[in-house]
């Protein structure tokens, strides 16, 4: 079946301009997450959604970022006012439910630069 | 707080021979380890994971790793390396601050293989 589908796969963008990055889980999956790569460094959480529940938004780096998620569906993350510290691989993953049991099924990613 | 180290950045073997990639881990509780693998322009990939069963995990690929408390160690072997093993490796822990099970990485150990 189909996996995790992330969209652009690119995004070049002038500090100061917001974008959107948009991320499709696995049909059925309730528990969505997104995680940051820098370049040369490990995956870093931002925001854990699972079903209708209260999202955990402890890993977003500031108020520049936020997202939605509307029931299980597909989720956008928004970052505003973009700085070039932004730059980086916004990886989407989703699993059937959340918890350390249940796999992560990681999309491609979306490479963000900002110039 | 949970951490994950990996121990070299860069680590280089010949085809055949053996693979050896190190992980260190914090935890205040019983973790919930995990090894991922990343090709390039791909998502990651779930290699294997320890729930606290067997010390021995076998997974995917040929890969194996062992869970040693005493060390605080989950290092991640395979015992003959394939050109297709070229790749970037992550090793992750299980936030257990909540029930979420959102990850911590380690900052990752690129693999090169040469013939």
């Known amino acids: 079946g189909a996996g995790v589908s992330q969209s652009p796969s690119n995004k070049v963008t002038e500090k100061g301009k917001d974008v959107e990055l948009r991320c499709d889980p696995i049909?059925?999956?309730?528990?969505l997450y997104w995680y940051r790569q820098r370049l040369g460094q490990g995956l870093e959480f931002l925001i854990y959604?699972?079903?209708?529940?209260?999202?955990?938004k402890s890993g977003l780096p500031s108020d520049r970022f936020s997202a939605e998620r509307t029931g299980e569906s597909v989720s956008t993350l928004t970052i505003q006012r973009t700085q070039q510290e932004d730059s980086a691989v916004y990886l989407c993953?989703?699993?059937?439910?959340?918890?350390?049991?249940?796999?992560?099924?990681f999309g491609p990613g979306t490479r963000l630069t900002v110039t | 707080a949970q951490s994950v180290t990996q121990l070299g950045s860069h680590v280089s073997v010949s085809e055949g021979a053996l693979v050896l990639l190190r992980c260190n881990y914090s935890?205040?509780?019983?973790?919930?380890l995990f090894w991922y693998v990343q090709y390039p322009n791909q998502g990651l990939q779930l290699l294997l994971k320890?729930?606290?069963?067997?010390?021995l995990v076998k997974g995917i690929n040929g890969f194996e790793a062992e869970f040693k408390k005493s060390e605080t160690s989950f290092h991640l072997t395979k015992p003959s390396a394939h050109m297709s093993d070229a790749a970037e490796y992550f090793c992750?822990?299980?936030?257990?601050?909540?029930?979420?099970?959102?990850?911590?990485f380690g900052q990752g150990t690129t693999l090169q293989v040469k013939p």
């Open positions: 993953a989703s699993s059937f439910v959340g918890g350390p049991n249940y796999e992560q099924y």
């Open positions: 935890s205040s509780v019983p973790p919930y």
């Open positions: 049909s059925g999956h309730t528990a």
């Open positions: 959604f699972q079903g209708n529940s209260a999202p955990d």
């Open positions: 992750a822990v299980s936030d257990d601050s909540s029930n979420t099970g959102k990850l911590i």
């Open positions: 320890y729930t606290s069963a067997a010390t």
